[in-house]
């Protein structure tokens, strides 16, 4: 039933003309970024000999091009996002998928697996870029897989909290507009936070403080470790705002 | 389970209440109907019809009251519940990017319809409700009478025991609602079905059984032919070629009212228990007004309503 719900999610974002203008100007900007990075590569790559252990080519061109998905996607991801709910309730489809035989919670993971699939899409798109370095050298397979995990892992936040001002609002545009609003807004007090109180010494509550930033948990990724505390904190944030999405439509069902 | 006894219950609700703050928008509303039945809402716009379809297709929650579905509670069971009735809100729910048939086969998804029986139950729906040749269509491209025909589509497509339509022919032309209302004399002979509207003839034309809303509660329940006797075996139209004068009629027994009714016609209502219909032929005859016309008058539904808000506000 899920895979129902997300099968038409996904084949409705791709009948929008939005989905493709967001897809298309992700990759110019995603393959210009590239190309820079790879100019300046090849700039630096007499110098780089003469080091001793220097640092590869993922680590100076897909590191940095993974870095900048994650925030190109920031703003990506809402817009991906504002129709799911709120365009539904706006035009009184939502009502389809609630009397049938399904429960809000199989709607909403419905409708997040659907436009997670789009999104992890776009970070596959962009994941072909580096391999195509591959014809002409070797890539550090461990640092682009681990890169990999954490944009996957962060875009699934972006999408839940955007699927959760989705269902706040029946105008799509105000609903992009709250996720970003909350997306920035947590991405700086999660930074701040973390990084004032470690600091002053105090480790615990800025682990804590991380758990709200998707950022602050993608930098162990971008340097090729696999965090099982970032990873925990991503899979918190997406699930709490998945619940929070689900209660919000049940509250709709019972107060009207 | 579609063999069963043609007496078995198909919808059952109890005390249905639904606050809206302190403003109860359904008050006590309590319904029973039988596989087979057609069953018409009858109010007029804001009184509470809507809001109870909405109670009983899951879609709001009563703040009061019991619902079953085929014998499974609603609230307690409501995926179950849910899998025997069809739906079609006052606003289609459509996705107008879609085709007919894409659109009616992810409404058989949903309904948990077996992979195998997905294509025939799709074109089934399709063929009985007269869509088969626009099939590939995109549902946005399509004319209201069209879009409200996918809706019904959508409400059948998984075979539910109970179809529920909130006013399936508002904002339709009379060829296309003559069209909806034969499919929906068609559904009722397999589904029980629950059809809301404020148009009278609508009701009697289709339905056997009719409950009227006012308010938030029922002023009536019964069958069809009790509707009709009640509005319209108390008054009669009488058309004279030669008219005698008002008084004359009124002075007749049984006789409560008299009024003019256009040209040479007379609208005479009758009092409580009397029938004079007799007595006004003869007197007729006997006077030579020349009687040429004596038929029911049929009262509009503002008419009924006042009756019978009258009438409740006496009992009280």
Redesign the interface.
């Known amino acids: 039933m899920i895979f129902t719900v997300a099968r038409k999610e996904l084949k409705a974002l791709f009948a929008s003309p939005l989905a493709w203008v967001v897809l298309t100007f992700m990759q110019i900007i995603l393959a210009y970024g590239f190309i820079r990075r790879i100019d300046d590569f090849m700039q630096i790559q007499p110098q780089l000999v003469q080091v001793p252990n220097p640092p590869g080519i993922t680590e100076l061109v897909a590191s940095p091009l993974f870095a900048t998905t994650a925030v190109v996607m920031l703003f990506a991801v809402p817009l991906l996002a504002m129709r799911l709910i709120s365009e539904e309730r706006r035009n009184q489809t939502l009502v389809l998928m609630v009397s049938a035989p399904l429960s809000m919670t199989e709607i909403v993971l419905g409708k997040f697996c659907g436009l997670l699939a789009f999104v992890w899409l776009i970070v596959a798109l962009t994941a072909l870029m580096p391999l195509a370095l591959l014809l002409g050298g070797r890539l550090d397979f461990g640092l682009f897989a681990s890169l990999i995990v954490g944009v996957a892992l962060l875009v699934a936040c972006y999408a839940a909290v955007g699927l959760y001002a989705s269902s706040l609002t029946v105008h799509p545009f105000a609903a992009a507009m709250i996720a970003f609003g909350l997306l920035l807004g947590m991405l700086l007090a999660g930074e701040t936070a973390a990084d004032g109180l470690r600091g002053r010494g105090w480790p615990v509550p800025a682990a804590l403080a991380q758990v709200l930033s998707p950022l602050k948990n993608f930098e162990p990724f971008a340097k090729g470790m696999l965090d099982s505390y970032a990873i925990a904190c991503m899979l918190l944030l997406s699930a709490t705002f998945l619940i929070l999405t689900i209660r919000r439509l049940d509250a709709a069902r019972l107060r009207g | 389970m579609t063999n069963a006894q043609p007496a078995e219950i198909t919808v059952s609700a109890q005390g249905l209440l639904?606050r809206?703050g302190a403003h109860a928008a359904v008050d006590g509303v309590s319904l029973e109907l039988k596989r087979g039945e057609i069953l018409g809402f009858l109010g007029p716009n804001g009184a509470g019809k809507t809001t109870t379809m909405q109670m009983l297709?899951?879609?709001?929650?009563p703040s009061a009251g019991a619902i079953q579905i085929c014998g499974i509670d609603l609230l307690e069971r409501?995926?179950?519940a849910?899998?025997r009735?069809g739906?079609l809100?006052e606003?289609p729910?459509?996705?107008r990017?879609?085709t007919v048939r894409e659109y009616v086969d992810?409404?058989a998804?949903?309904?948990?319809v077996a992979k195998m029986e997905r294509a025939p139950a799709v074109r089934d729906a399709l063929a009985r409700c007269g869509l088969a040749d626009a099939a590939g269509k995109l549902i946005g491209t399509l004319s209201k009478g069209y879009q409200q025909r996918v809706g019904i589509a959508?409400a059948i497509v998984h075979r539910p025991d109970v179809v529920i339509l909130d006013e399936p022919t508002i904002g339709l032309d009379p060829i296309q609602i003559r069209d909806i209302r034969n499919l929906i004399r068609e559904l009722g002979a397999r589904h029980s079905v629950i059809l809301s509207t404020h148009i009278l003839p609508e009701v009697e034309s289709v339905c056997d059984r009719v409950q009227i809303l006012h308010h938030g509660a029922t002023v009536f329940s019964d069958t069809i032919e009790a509707l009709k006797r009640f509005h319209g075996g108390r008054t009669v139209i009488a058309g004279f070629r030669n008219p005698p004068a008002a008084g004359e009629i009124a002075a007749l027994a049984g006789v409560a009212r008299v009024e003019a009714a256009g040209d040479r016609q007379f609208r005479i209502s009758f009092a409580d228990h009397a029938d004079p219909t007799d007595e006004l032929v003869r007197r007729a005859v006997d006077q030579g007004w020349r009687l040429h016309q004596l038929a029911p008058a049929y009262s509009s539904l503002e008419d009924v309503f006042v009756g019978l808000t009258q009438k409740e506000d006496t009992a009280k």
């Open positions: 639904r809206y297709t899951g879609n709001l929650a409501p995926t179950a849910k899998a009735i739906y809100p606003t729910p459509l996705y990017e879609l992810l409404a998804r949903l309904h948990r959508q």
